[in-house]
């Protein structure tokens, strides 16, 4: 008569456990995100603040919101005419209230943004004048 194992097996583990290890966490909370270019970008910069991957999100477009940006910005017809920096730092603001975020509404310009670049990873170029 074999004798059955008495060994506990551990709980299931959740798919995203773990995917960033508290060290790194901290780390990352010290690190800038840039985000130049919301039509497509801004989804860049919600997704870096629902994964909590920096202490600073900074986002640059000097558009405003239009008709022909509806399908690619997360947004409806009330923010028709608004600018495209604060329809994402709300929509960032909702996820994560306590991430700073720095906005650039008047786009990315090399002439005054140079001391920004230390540290960016940057998802898009398309607000580069």
């Not at 009330?78 to 730092?89: R, S, Y």
């Not at 990315?108 to 898009?124: A, D, E, R, V, Y």
Request: aromatic share 4%; hydrophobic share 40%.
């Amino acid at each position: 008569m074999r004798r059955s194992s008495t060994r506990r097996q551990a709980p299931p583990r959740s798919a995203s456990a773990d995917k960033i290890t508290r060290t790194e966490q901290a780390a990352l909370r010290t690190k800038r995100v840039g985000v130049i270019g919301l039509s497509v970008g801004g989804e860049a910069a919600v997704t870096v603040a629902q994964e909590h991957l920096c202490g600073t999100l900074v986002i640059a477009d000097l558009d405003r919101l239009d008709l022909s940006n509806l399908n690619r910005l997360n947004a409806g017809c009330d923010d028709l005419g608004v600018m495209k920096t604060t329809i994402v730092a709300r929509r960032v603001a909702k996820i994560d209230p306590y991430l700073r975020v720095v906005t650039f509404a008047e786009g990315f310009n090399l002439t005054i943004s140079p001391p920004l670049l230390k540290g960016w990873i940057c998802s898009s170029r398309s607000a580069i004048p």
